[in-house]
Antibody
Framework: VQLVQSGAEVKKPGASVKVSCKAS????????LHWVRQAPGQSLEYMGW????????KYSQKFQGRVTITRDTSASIVYMELSSLRSEDTAVYYC??????????WGQGTLVTVSS | QSALTQPPSVSGSPGQSVTISCTGA?????????VSWYQQSPGTAPKLMIY???NRPSGVPDRFSGSKSGNTASLTISGLQAEDEAEYFC??????????FGGGTKLTVL
């Protein structure tokens, strides 16, 4: 099992960022995929998840309206787009798979820097 | 959804035991046995150590154990080793069909 994320991004305040997570080594549509972020020196913060089989999403209330998670089942890729970026969104963004409510595999992380 | 509460730091000498608590609410830890624990070293992704309160994935030493009482889950590491020094996060499924993490606890092996 591997989750490989796209590379680091630098964005200006107010812009949007779209991070990808390519899954391999398992049946993509059997497991949900999630996004979790970690600001420098801070804890893990849950953002939301997608049912990869039917595309239904659920977002943490904090990010509702600003985050969109989508998937491309033909390519086994999940995307996370965060809009209206501000400096506080500077963080490492991780995708993670759940099996039986547990985050069993994680991507390597993508650093998103928001700076003017 | 508020973050689960963990102590910022704990410490112990090699061979000793330490326990890290994780306090949530009736809408998360208190309602579900879907609490897991993750170990994170600097610059790396979290690694699963305990799932469903007290189960260990293969490859995790049996020095790591978990429990839960009411709204509080706990991770105990016995026979501390230098390699256990890391940050530890708890996580729980919630009644909102999302997950929540704890604030993290830095373990120092003296």
């Amino acid at each position: 099992v591997q989750l490989v994320q796209s590379g680091a991004e630098v964005k200006k305040p107010g812009a949007s960022v779209k991070v990808s997570c390519k899954a391999s080594g398992y049946n993509f549509t059997i497991y949900a995929l999630h996004w979790v972020r970690q600001a420098p020196g801070q804890s893990l913060e849950y953002m939301g998840w997608i049912n990869t089989a039917i595309g239904i999403t659920k977002y943490s209330q904090k990010f509702q309206g600003r985050v969109t998670i989508t998937r491309d089942t033909s390519a086994s890729i999940v995307y996370m787009e965060l809009s209206s970026l501000r400096s506080e969104d500077t963080a490492v963004y991780y995708c993670a798979r759940t099996a039986q409510w547990v985050f069993d595999y994680w991507g390597q992380g993508t650093l998103v820097t928001v700076s003017s | 959804q508020s973050a689960l509460t963990q102590p910022p730091s704990v410490s112990g000498s090699p061979g000793q035991s330490v326990t890290i608590s994780c306090t949530g609410a009736s809408s998360d830890v208190g309602s579900y046995n879907r609490v897991s624990w993750y170990q994170q070293s600097p610059g790396t992704a979290p690694k699963l150590m305990i799932y469903e309160v007290s189960n260990r994935p293969s490859g995790v030493p049996d020095r790591f154990s978990g429990s839960k009482s009411g709204n509080t889950a706990s991770l105990t590491i016995s026979g501390l080793q230098a390699e256990d020094e890391a940050e530890y996060f708890c996580s729980s499924y919630t009644s909102s069909s999302t997950w929540v993490f704890g604030g993290g606890t830095k373990l120092t092996v003296l």
